[in-house]
Nanobody, 124 residues
Framework: QVQLVESGGGLVQAGGSLRLSCVAS????????MAWFRQVPGKEREFVAA????????NYPDSMKGRFTVSRDNDENTVYLQSNGLKPEDTAAYYC?????????????????WGQGTQVTVSS
């Protein structure tokens, strides 16, 4: 199995930027497509972005396009989420996830491996 550890969250003012990282270990990173989700207490986990195994395909919900960019470095076993123009409603715990398939699925149930999450708080 693969282990995932996120970092890079924190407190940022509205309009600011953050770059989240997720480092994988335990298996060959390029075997997995990767995704980012976010969740606030009491709500379902929300899809933010996904990237294919080779990093040449992406999937974003319309609400995230233009502000969030996912990328990966297979040599460094790391997936990134660049978040720009942050809004208070982006406040959430952000999770990276991995799955063996290469169809960029938005349903969190498709992802078998998860990190522990990193908190992003956007102040107004």
């Amino acid at each position: 199995q693969v282990q995932l550890v996120e970092s890079g969250g924190g407190l940022v003012q509205a309009g600011g930027s953050l770059r989240l990282s997720c480092v994988a270990s335990g298996r060959t990173f390029s075997w997995y497509s990767m995704a980012w989700f976010r969740q606030v207490p009491g709500k379902e986990r929300e899809f933010v972005a996904a990237i294919s195994k080779s990093g040449d395909r992406f999937n974003y919900p319309d609400s995230m396009k233009g502000r969030f960019t996912v990328s990966r470095d297979n040599d460094e076993n790391t997936v990134y989420l660049q978040s720009n123009g942050l809004k208070p409603e982006d406040t959430a715990a952000y999770y990276c996830a991995a799955q063996r398939g290469d169809v960029l699925i938005t349903n969190p149930k498709a992802y078998l491996y998860w990190g522990q999450g990193t908190q992003v708080t956007v102040s107004s």
